[in-house]
């Protein structure tokens, strides 16, 4: 069975979910076009997911993919938060922002019973996990309602064990992709490897099919990956400006400047290594500290100073998630620029928009 066939799509092409950056109207324009659209969950609450499900349902009858986070809610450290706050008191001095600013309010949770249940109700055709999956008592639920499930492998152990948990696909991570390592075994981030090595390595050892995520970005991306192997790919950065994404105005700035040329992974937004555009934030504070509060803690105490920068129509304290690569965006629509990928595919002619 094709991946196109798996997933019940036209394109073996998927939309990389991308929280805090777009909602339903991308989603919805990249399955209409004939690939699979996906609308992260991870920072939405229940109501807004059926919000958000009901408007790309009112746009296309063509499957979507619903994305959840699997972190562990980390344990409170007092002693953490407060250095990691003094840390950061001169930035806020900067800003004029007050330290009691910062929000204890945890703005990512995991897959849980409520979100099963939720999905349970919507009933997407396809759901994808980061951080590796749900907890066997929420798994094996899952497993039973019959939608297709796909999972974030950055070595080839995690794909093993995706594999062995009994996912449909599995979505290669290269080094090079934007956004959260979606690393799960472990933390050193010297296991990571570039997309072009970790693909075919997967595709040698597994039998379900893999997707290839990370530094594709054009057409000639999509037809590498597809000749080592790849069932299908994923893309995320080359997304971010178009009309319908809804990058900010500060982050659509730096990916069509010359600072996009430059990005890191870094821990200090969220507590997690994420890889986005270096910025003044990144400069300070990491890329990687040791002392960032635990994920996604660490993003409460940024909040505030984004807020405030941004106001002044600075990214210095923004995350500016993007990949390696961000030649391939452009500011065109979603569906031209699904179509344009197509052609890595060998598509002739855009799909039917039905």
Known sequence: ???????????????????????????????????????????????????????????????????????????????????????????????????????????????????????????????????????????????????????????LEEGRWLQQQGVDAVIAQGWEAGGHRGMFLGDDLGTQMGTFALLPQLVHALRVPVIAAGGIADADGVAAAMRLGAAGVQVGTAYLLCPEADTSAVHRGALQGAQAAETAVTNVFTGRPARGIVNHAMRAWGPINPDAPAFPLAAQFVAPLRKAAEAQGSSDYSPLWAGQNTSGCRETSAAELTWALAQGLGSQEPPCLV
């Open 1 to 155: 069975m094709s991946l196109s066939q798996l997933l019940g799509t036209e394109l073996p092409l998927l939309q990389a979910p991308m929280a805090g950056v777009q909602g339903s109207r991308l989603a919805a324009a990249v399955s209409k076009a004939g690939a699979l659209g996906a609308l992260p969950c991870a920072m939405l609450g229940v109501e807004r997911i059926r919000e958000e499900v009901t408007a790309i349902r009112a746009q296309t009858a063509h499957p979507f993919n619903l994305n959840f986070f699997c972190h562990q809610p980390p344990a409170e450290d007092a002693a953490r938060e407060a250095a990691w706050r003094q840390r950061l008191a001169p930035d806020y001095a900067r800003l004029g922002v007050s330290l009691d600013a910062a929000s204890s309010a945890t703005s990512r949770r995991p897959f849980d019973a409520q979100m099963l249940a939720l999905v349970g109700e919507l009933r997407p055709a396809v759901v994808s996990f980061h951080f590796g999956l749900p907890e066997a008592d929420l798994w094996q639920p899952l497993r039973a309602l019959g939608i297709r499930v796909l999972a974030s492998a950055t070595t």
